[in-house]
């Protein structure tokens, strides 16, 4: 078991910057991931990272201003979000798995959500 609890969602302005935070506890050796659900949309994954932080995954959607990353030792997943943009506004997810697939069916551990809203 997993549990996980993000922090750092809020309000900006388009093209500005968020540091989202995840505090994962319980069993290590998870790979993590953030994904996000906009109103009437499904939930998109964004990053993924392994337990060893090597091979890092980023979608197409958001490669290049968003950054994952982990630190271990103080038990802390990290989503670097620039140049924001409108759509970007959701809720934002950060999850444990196992298999380290792209699918939320894939992550069986979830944390509650952080808001993220984007102004034009």
């Known amino acids: 078991q997993v549990q996980l609890v993000e922090s750092g969602g809020g309000l900006v302005q388009a093209g500005g910057s968020l540091r989202l935070s995840c505090a994962p506890s319980g069993r290590t050796g998870y790979t993590l991931a953030w994904f996000r659900q906009a109103p009437g949309k499904d939930r998109e994954i964004l990053a993924r990272i392994s337990w060893t932080g090597t091979r890092p995954y980023h979608a197409d959607s958001v490669k290049g201003r968003f950054t994952i990353s982990r630190d271990n030792a103080n038990q802390m997943l990290y989503l670097q979000m620039n140049n924001l943009e409108p759509e970007d506004s959701a809720v934002y997810y950060c999850?444990?798995?196992?298999?380290?697939?792209?699918?939320?069916?894939?992550?069986?551990?979830w944390g509650q959500g952080t808001q993220v809203t984007v102004s034009s």
């Open positions: 999850a444990a798995g196992i298999s380290g697939g792209l699918l939320a069916t894939e992550f069986a551990y």
